[in-house]
């Protein structure tokens, strides 16, 4: 995974039902220098509140908020997507079950990893959000390549050039980056990334990754 910088503090909100998993998951977070932790919530009415009041860059979300939701959190992640689309939504929880993965990535979560990661690719996976790239730890993504079919018919075949672009694309790089590698502008970068996305029959640059990853293309 190519993880980004950012120059500035990113800023994060920790929504999930239990205060002293929240309490703990913002005390290792805070010892790095760019994390500032500006809200908590533990259901998904205060989640999407609070949300709106701190504006964070980075929301961490576990999927099952109270004893007797059904996985709230993927309606949670479908809410904030809807409301804030540029907000990077990473999806931490103790479920590591396929369905559950793909359901996230079609809510518009940008990433996946389970709570028994380390705090250092935890830590990777924030920044690389927050810089507008995707991140899934190697289970999760794993979970997805396996269980992800592709959606539709028969679509018009990758040139040479997008397969190249999807590779770059499933490294993480930003429309910026693959530009840069390929000696093209950020804008005919983008260009290509819409068009895989339509061949692929897909509206989110993961599901372009998986879904080629299903298919053999990558």
Not at 55 to 64: A, G, H, W, Y
Not at 188 to 213: C, G
């Amino acid at each position: 995974m190519t993880v980004g910088t950012s120059t500035g503090t990113i800023r994060l909100a920790l929504v999930d039902d239990h205060a002293i998993l929240r309490q703990g998951l913002r005390s290792l977070l805070e010892r790095e220098d760019d994390l500032v932790v500006v809200g908590e919530a533990s259901s998904e009415p205060e989640a999407v509140a609070m949300v709106a009041a701190t504006l964070p860059d980075v929301v961490l979300v576990d999927l099952k908020l109270s004893a007797g939701s059904d996985f709230e959190g993927l309606s949670l992640c479908t809410k904030l997507s809807g409301a804030h689309p540029d907000l990077g939504l990473l999806v931490l929880t103790t479920f590591l079950d396929e369905d559950l993965v793909v359901r996230a990535v079609h809510a518009g979560a940008r990433g996946y990893v389970v709570k028994d990661v380390d705090t250092t690719e935890l830590v990777r996976a924030i920044r690389a959000i927050s810089a507008g790239q995707s991140a899934f730890d190697s289970r999760s993504a794993a979970a997805v390549v396996r269980s992800l079919s592709g959606r539709g018919d028969q679509r018009d075949k990758l040139t040479d050039r997008e397969i190249e672009v999807l590779r770059l694309l499933a490294a993480g790089l930003s429309n910026h980056k693959i530009g840069e590698q390929l000696y093209i502008s950020a804008t005919t970068a983008k260009f290509h990334v819409s068009n895989i996305m339509r061949k692929l029959d897909v509206s989110r640059r993961a599901e372009a990754v998986y879904a080629a990853s299903k298919r053999g293309l990558i």
